[in-house]
Nanobody, 124 residues
Framework: VQLQASGGGLVQAGGSLRLSCAASGRTFSRNVMGWFRQAPGKEREFVAGISWNGLTTNYPDSVKGRFTISRDNAKNTVYLQMNSLKPEDTAVYYC??????????????????WGQGTQVTVSS
C-alpha cells in the first residue's frame, strides 16, 4: 500500500499550487482521507479532510477559504488546491488515509496510512 504525494514546489505569496495524492496497492474509495503539513521545528498540523464520498470536508481556520480538498475515487486520488498562498504555508505536505474510523477527523494519530510528503515553499 502506497500513497504518493506530488505537486509541491516553490511559489510566490498569493500564488496557487495543486497537490495530488495517488494511492496504489489498494483502494481508499471507502476511507476518509486527509492532508497534513509539518514545518521545521513544528508539530504536524491538520490541513484538510474529506469523507469517502467527497460530500463532506473540513478545514482549520488557518486555511479555510483558501484550500480545497477533493477526491476522484475512480482514480484513487485525492487533491489539495491551495490558493492565496502565504509564507506561513511553507511546509512539507503529507496525505493520509484512515482505516480506523469512518468520520472526519483532524487527529493525525487516527490516520494509519501516510504518503512520503511533498515540499511546498512560499516566498514573500
Amino acid at each position: 500500500v502506497q500513497l504518493q504525494a506530488s505537486g509541491g514546489g516553490l511559489v510566490q505569496a498569493g500564488g496557487s499550487l495543486r497537490l495530488s495524492c495517488a494511492a496504489s496497492g489498494r483502494t481508499f474509495s471507502r476511507n476518509v482521507m486527509g492532508w497534513f503539513r509539518q514545518a521545521p521545528g513544528k508539530e504536524r498540523e491538520f490541513v484538510a479532510g474529506i469523507s469517502w464520498n467527497g460530500l463532506t470536508t473540513n478545514y482549520p481556520d488557518s486555511v479555510k477559504g483558501r484550500f480545497t480538498i477533493s477526491r476522484d475515487n475512480a482514480k484513487n486520488t485525492v487533491y489539495l488546491q491551495m490558493n492565496s498562498l502565504k509564507p506561513e504555508d511553507t511546509a512539507v505536505y503529507y496525505c493520509a488515509a484512515t482505516t480506523k474510523i469512518y468520520s472526519l477527523t483532524s487527529l493525525p494519530g487516527l490516520y494509519d496510512q501516510w504518503g512520503q510528503g511533498t515540499q511546498v515553499t512560499v516566498s514573500s
